[in-house]
């Protein structure tokens, strides 16, 4: 396990505030639709993404990285709404501003495999992570794919920092908990991940 540098704040955000930021987002997605992006095995992952800031995160045939442009409509990526940049800051601990976020959208029976993520340049920034409407079984891991795990739920209004050893511990969502929370549109879960990506 590395809960190392592994902090969950539950409940950070009100009601209220989750029902703002999903209604920022969710606009914002308006401008730079959601897409289910190709693994470099060439399937569809589950999960429907999009990215908000300078650099968004992309997966295709040809791997993983960060562009400054939306994969289908080649627009750049709606700015960083102030909002997030302040959660970043707070929970994270951080002077400066996170360039990407990417807006993971899981509809039931959407999930993440065990993944590590390590597309950044410099891992001494944390991952900051903002949940939103149903509940996710969430699974975090050690620094090698065979190390014991452990299983959280992430609620609507959680954020979770990883910094230090757990920065690069693997993790993934075993699955969404469908209708937990009546916050997303049509259901599902919102989950912002604010990153330094160069
Ligand atoms: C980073 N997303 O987008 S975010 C991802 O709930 C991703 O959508 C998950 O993993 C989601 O890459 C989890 C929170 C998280 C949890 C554990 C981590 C990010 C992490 C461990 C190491 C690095
Ligand atoms: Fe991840």
Redesign the pocket.
Known sequence: M?TDG?RLFPDAMTPQQQASMAQEVLTLVGLAPLYHPTTPGGRPMS?A?TNLGARG?MSDKNGYRYLTTHPVTGAPWPAMPDSLVHIWRRFGERSDSPDAC?V?L?RAGAR?SL???RDERDFSAP?V?V?LGDT?L?R?GGLERRDPTRSFR?SSGDI?V?SGR????????DRILSGSSQLIPGGG?L?L?LRLSA
């Open positions: 590395e592994f999960v993404m995160w990417l993971n899981y993440m993944h590590q993520d991952v992570s949940s996710a969430f975090l992430l979770c990883l757990s920065r690069l511990a693997f993790h993934g969502v879960r989950n991940t």
